[in-house]
C-alpha cells in the first residue's frame, strides 16, 4: 500500500507551487523542447554552457506537478555541474525512479524526493521528461525530445 | 446545470441500482485497498455477467468459424452471429441487416466509410464539415481523406458552454458540401448534439451525414430511419459489450454502391486469377474471419440494455448527473468544462492550478477511477485553452453513494496541494 504523500511530498509540492528556475533564459546557447504527447506535459529548456560546465539552466512550460517539480529540482542540481556530472546524475535518478537498485542517496540530494514515483508506472514519464530533454542536449541533439 | 430529459417522464424509485450491480462482478473490486468507485464508463463501460457468461460458452461450446462450415458447430456459430446482427438492426431500428456491417470499432467504421466511400465520391475542392467537438477518431480520417482527394475539412465552432454553434454549421453548408460527420454525443464534454437538425439540413444541400454514436449509444435509443442518417457508428465495448468489436450501419443503397474496404475471405462471391467478384452485403465489407466471439457478445449487450430499457436508465443517469453536479458546484476553485443545456453522464472538470493528471492520481489512490487527458478531443482543450481536464462519466450502475466518494476524493486532492 502507498500513502499518496509519500508521491506528493512536501518538497515537490513545494516546487510545483512555485517552481525554481522557470522562464526563459536569454543569453542561452542551447534551448531545447520536451513533449510527452500521451498527456500533454510541454517544457523547454535553456542551458548556457561553455562546453565542460553547466553554467546556468532555466526552463518553462506547462504539466502536472510530477514534471513541474522534477524540472524545477533537476535545474536546481545542474547548475555548475560538469556535463559528465550532469550524465552520471541522469544515470543515477533514472534507478532511483526505475528500478530497486539502492540509490546514491547523497549524491542526489533533494531529487531523492522523487522516489515515489517508481510505484506509479504511469507517471515515471512525468518525472524524466526534463531529464531526457536534458540528456538530448548534453548529446547534441537538437530535435524535441518525446515521451511516450 | 440543467438537464433536459427528452425521455418522457419515468419514475424511477422502482429503479433497483444494487440488483444491477450484481451483475457486475468488476463492481466488487478493490483497488489500492477501496472499493472500486468505476467513473470512467466515456472510456469503456464494465460488462455483466451476461456477457461474460455468452463469451465463455461460445469459446467452451461452440467456437467455430462461420458462413463455411457445414458441420454442427459452425452452423451455430453462424446462426448466434447473425442472430447477433438481427438484434443490432432491430437495436437501430435499421431497415435491413444487411444494413448492420461488424467492425472493430466507431474508428473502423469511420476509416471504413472515409476510405470507401469518400475515396469513391469526394473530389477535389469538395467539403467536408465536422466540429469542434469531435473525438480524433472523427477528425483524422477526415484530414486523411482531405489530404488524399484535395477536399477541405471545416468546422462547426462551439459556444463557451461547449454547444454547437448552428448559425455557423448553416453558413458553412454549400453546393460542395459532400460529407457532414459529427458526433451524436461529445465524449469530452457530454454535449447531447441536434442530430435530426444537422441531418436535415446536411441532406438539403445534397450532403451525406455520418453520425458518431460511439458515446450515444450506452444512453440513449437511437432511431436511424427516422434519423435518416447515411451512417452510424458505434463500439460494442462502450455499450457494456466486449472490445474489438464494433459497427457501421449504412444505407442500403449507399453501402451497395461502395467498393469493397479490404479485400479476403468471406467479402468474395468468385475469385479467379485476373478478377474477383464481390459478395452482396453486409459479406462485402467483412472480410477474414471476423471477430466472432465478439459479435455473440454484442448481442448479448444490446439485450441487456433491451431489457433495462435505455428510457429508464437514461433518466437514472440524468439524475445522477444533477447530483453530482450539485455536490461538485460546491468545491471552491473547481470549474466545470462543457455546461450544455443538453447534456448527459459525463462530469468534465477542473481544480484551481492542480494538474487534472494529479487529480487522477490522487483519486485513483482512493479507488476512484476516472480520466484525465485531453480526451482524445484535443481541439476541444484547445478551445477552452486548458491542456486538459479531469473527467467522470457515469453508467447506469453508478451511485449517489459513489458520487459522494468523487467528491470527498476530489477535497482530498486539494488537501495534498494545501
Redesign the interface.
Given at each position: 500500500m502507498f500513502d499518496i504523500k509519500d508521491l506528493y511530498q512536501e518538497v515537490i509540492v513545494d516546487h510545483n507551487r512555485s517552481p525554481r528556475n522557470f522562464g526563459k533564459l536569454e543569453d542561452a546557447d542551447k534551448t531545447l523542447e520536451g513533449y510527452n504527447p500521451l498527456c500533454g506535459d510541454k517544457l523547454t529548456l535553456y542551458i548556457k554552457t561553455d562546453g565542460e560546465k553547466i553554467n546556468d539552466i532555466s526552463f518553462d512550460g506547462s504539466g502536472c506537478a510530477i514534471s513541474v517539480a522534477s524540472a524545477s529540482l533537476m535545474t536546481d542540481a545542474m547548475k555548475g555541474k560538469s556535463l559528465q556530472e550532469a550524465e552520471s546524475l541522469f544515470n543515477d535518478f533514472h534507478n532511483l525512479i526505475t528500478t530497486d537498485k539502492e540509490a546514491d542517496i547523497d549524491q542526489l540530494g533533494k531529487l531523492a524526493a522523487l522516489a515515489g514515483v517508481k510505484a506509479y508506472p504511469a507517471r515515471v514519464k512525468c518525472a524524466s521528461l526534463c531529464w531526457h530533454t536534458l540528456h538530448s542536449v548534453i548529446e547534441g541533439s537538437d530535435t524535441p525530445v518525446k515521451t511516450e | 446545470m440543467n438537464n433536459q430529459n427528452t425521455a418522457t417522464n419515468i419514475n424511477t424509485s422502482t429503479f433497483d441500482v444494487e440488483k444491477i450491480r450484481a451483475d457486475f462482478p468488476i463492481l466488487q473490486e478493490q483497488v489500492?485497498?477501496k472499493p472500486l468507485v468505476y467513473l470512467d464508463n466515456a472510456a469503456t463501460a464494465q460488462k455483466p455477467r451476461q456477457v461474460i457468461e455468452t463469451l465463455d460458452t461460445y469459446y467452451r461450446e461452440y467456437n467455430s468459424n462461420i458462413h463455411r462450415g457445414v458441420h454442427t458447430l459452425s452452423q451455430k456459430a453462424t446462426d448466434a452471429y447473425e442472430t447477433a446482427r438481427e438484434k443490432v438492426k432491430s437495436f437501430l431500428n435499421a431497415n435491413s441487416s444487411k444494413e448492420i456491417i461488424f467492425v472493430r470499432g466507431a474508428t473502423e467504421a469511420i476509416n471504413l466509410v472515409a476510405q470507401s466511400f469518400g475515396r469513391d465520391t469526394i473530389s477535389a475542392g469538395d467539403e467536408i464539415i465536422i466540429t469542434e467537438l469531435e473525438h480524433h477518431s472523427n477528425i483524422v480520417p477526415w484530414q486523411l481523406l482531405c489530404e488524399q482527394t484535395g477536399a477541405t475539412l471545416r468546422y462547426i465552432p462551439i459556444n463557451d458552454a461547449g454547444e454547437l454553434i448552428l448559425e455557423e454549421y448553416e453558413k458553412l453548408l454549400n453546393e460542395k458540401t459532400s460529407i457532414v460527420a459529427v458526433g451524436h454525443i461529445s465524449n469530452a464534454l457530454g454535449t447531447i448534439n441536434p442530430i435530426k437538425l444537422i441531418i436535415d439540413k446536411a441532406h438539403a444541400v445534397g450532403a451525406k451525414v455520418l453520425i458518431d454514436g460511439a458515446q450515444a449509444v450506452p444512453h440513449t435509443k437511437v432511431n436511424v430511419q427516422e434519423l435518416d442518417c447515411d451512417f452510424y457508428v458505434f463500439s460494442g465495448h462502450k455499450l457494456f459489450g466486449p472490445t474489438g468489436i464494433g459497427v457501421l450501419y449504412g444505407k442500403e443503397t449507399i453501402l451497395d454502391a461502395m467498393p469493397p474496404y479490404q479485400g479476403g475471405g468471406d467479402m468474395i462471391q468468385t475469385v479467379s486469377m485476373t478478377k474477383s467478384t464481390f459478395n452482396a452485403l453486409p459479406h462485402k465489407f467483412e472480410a477474414g474471419t471476423p471477430h466472432i466471439a465478439g459479435v455473440i457478445g454484442l448481442g448479448a449487450a444490446i439485450d441487456y440494455v433491451n431489457e433495462l430499457d435505455l428510457d429508464v436508465t437514461a433518466q437514472y443517469e440524468n439524475e445522477l448527473l444533477d447530483y453530482a453536479n450539485e455536490q461538485a458546484a460546491q468545491i471552491a476553485d473547481l470549474k466545470f468544462v462543457g455546461t450544455a443545456k443538453n447534456k448527459t453522464s459525463i462530469l468534465s472538470f477542473t481544480l484551481g492550478k492542480?494538474?487534472?493528471?494529479?487529480i487522477g492520481?490522487?483519486l485513483d489512490?482512493e479507488g476512484v477511477a476516472i480520466r484525465?487527458?485531453?480526451h482524445c478531443a484535443m481541439p476541444v482543450?484547445e478551445r477552452f485553452e486548458i491542456?486538459?481536464t479531469a473527467r467522470a462519466s457515469f453508467a447506469f450502475y453508478n451511485t449517489r453513494e459513489e458520487v459522494d466518494a468523487l467528491i470527498q476524493a476530489i477535497d482530498?486532492c486539494k488537501k495534498?496541494?494545501?
Open positions: - | 489500492n485497498g492542480i494538474h487534472p493528471h494529479d492520481t490522487i489512490g484525465a487527458g485531453h482543450m491542456p486538459a482530498k495534498v496541494f494545501g
